[in-house]
């Protein structure tokens, strides 16, 4: 059964930095598309970054424009998202996604991932 545990929500200010983390456990996929998912208060939720391992393809939503990173430490089976530059639009709650299927055409579909964790929050104050 496949875990997956976030942590590193916070709540900063406009124009800081935060990094969080999901420690994957139990997969025993050749390659895994985790993403960033987020959601915030009222609203659906929406896919904020991808990564594929094995060829460590990245994705992002436009809207990202550069301000957030995800990667992974392959030794720790652990998967960043670095956000910088945060606005207050950002607040939301952030959960991380892992699913067997291809990055490429369903990292952006909630639907197409079957575990998730249990979400970490992020608060952004201006």
């Known amino acids: 059964q496949v875990q997956l545990v976030e942590s590193g929500g916070a709540s900063v200010q406009a124009g800081g930095s935060l990094r969080l983390s999901c420690v994957a456990s139990?997969?025993?996929?050749?390659?895994?598309?985790v993403v960033w998912f987020r959601q915030p208060p009222g609203k659906e939720r929406e896919a904020v970054a991808g990564?594929?391992?094995?060829?460590?393809?990245?994705y992002y939503h436009d809207s990202m424009n550069g301000r957030f990173t995800i990667s992974q430490d392959t030794a720790k089976n652990t998967y960043y998202l670095q956000m910088d530059s945060l606005k207050p639009e950002d607040n939301a709650m952030y959960y991380c996604?892992?699913?067997?299927?291809?990055?490429?055409?369903?990292?952006?579909?909630?639907?197409?991932?079957?575990?998730w964790g249990q979400g970490t929050q992020v608060t952004v104050s201006s």
């Open positions: 996604a892992a699913s067997g299927l291809s990055c490429l055409n369903n990292w952006r579909i909630p639907q197409r991932f079957d575990f």
């Open positions: 990564i594929r391992t094995g060829g460590l393809d990245t």
């Open positions: 139990g997969t025993t996929w050749r390659r895994v598309c």
